[in-house]
């Protein structure tokens, strides 16, 4: 029997509207078009933000959006952002943009007390306070369309519209002070958010902030999980679950839940693939079915449970996102939004390879074990 769903960590905001974006360059086409239609403000909050063809776009937008007299805030994380030269910043800084980089590598300018592995791993960006972008997306070339030669990252992003976007802009605002921005004129700026729409979707923002902060996706997921009774379809691109997400996974698929799984055939940290191998064993034998995704690299982060909650953004299944990083997820209690998410992912789930038992534990024994010493050390991966 399914447990009963206790705390979820959600509060669901009604009156939203929800458009579930699948492909690179169709997102960073209405990402742009946000930046270049916003009339008051632009909040960008990004991991990588690359300095690529589609990096200098954003880049040049957003120095455009300032020139005609827009307030833009930007975070960018040290570590996500390593390969990108400080001059692209500097010159967003000069062109009017508030900049702030995330835990800077550098001891010379990171503030006392903060931990190296402490990551922003968020993806957000907020115009004028009315529309929001929240997924596992980078501002990078790995996402453009791989028919055009691009790698052709397989990715999901939320866009929404309507009362949730004032808890983005909340959680924005968080990161922004954590991260040493100056508080001047935010305030009056949280909050003029859009009214309801009239739609019925409800939305809530899971904002994740390592073992000292919030921590409302991995409870969301649990709680979830814990009380599905149909259906568990996730796809994730780091799966490296704890073990009580492990264990809730294993206790819906003996429990009779139909649990699929879509994972990276081809990975971007091919340590990580090889270390999730390494804990697949148990969730087979109880009957979960795991698939990897061929065409691509899958960088997506999204799970749907009895067609009915949807979660994405950019919450990974692993230790660093779990325990370290601040992360930021948008889940979605919708029949309607769910059922098209599902479409999607049995869509997906046709160009995909399902792992069985006997082909897992045919694989070499020295296989084995190094994906097991990988799994030991996977704080580090």
Known sequence: MPGRLRSASEQFIAGNRVQLLTHGEQIFDLMLEAINSAQSS???????????????????????ACARGVEVRLIYDSLGSFGTPRSHFEQLRAAGARVVEYNPLSPLTRRFGWHISRRDHRKLLLKDQRLAFVGGLNIADQWLDASNGAPGWRDDVLEVN???????????????????GVATDLTRTVGETEAALGDEIRVAVLAHAGYLGKRQAVH???????????????????????????????????????????????????????????????????????????????????????????????FNLDYISIANN????????????????????????????EISLAEHQARPWLARVLERLLYVFRAWL
């Open 42 to 64: 632009i909040w960008f909050e990004m991991y990588w933000f690359a300095a690529d063809h589609i990096g200098l776009k954003f880049f040049n937008a957003l120095s455009a």
């Open 162 to 180: 309507g009362p949730v976007v004032r808890a983005l802009a909340e959680a924005f605002f968080d990161s922004w002070l954590e991260a040493g």
């Open 220 to 314: 969301a997921y649990l709680a979830r999980l814990r009380a599905a009774q149909h259906e568990v379809f996730i796809a994730n691109a780091y799966f490296l679950p704890n073990g009580k997400i492990r264990r809730a996974l294993v206790s819906a698929a003996r429990r009779g839940v139909d649990v699929r799984i879509i994972l990276p055939g081809l990975s971007d940290v091919p340590l990580i693939r090889l270390a999730s191998r390494g804990i697949w064993k148990p969730l087979l034998a109880a009957g979960v079915r795991i698939f990897e995704w061929l065409p691509t690299v899958l960088h997506a982060k999204t799970a749907i449970v009895d067609r009915r909650w949807v979660t994405t953004g950019s």
């Open 326 to 353: 601040r992360e930021l997820n948008l889940s979605v209690l919708d029949e309607d939004f769910a059922e098209r998410a599902r479409r999607v992912f049995l869509h997906d789930l046709t160009q995909c390879h």
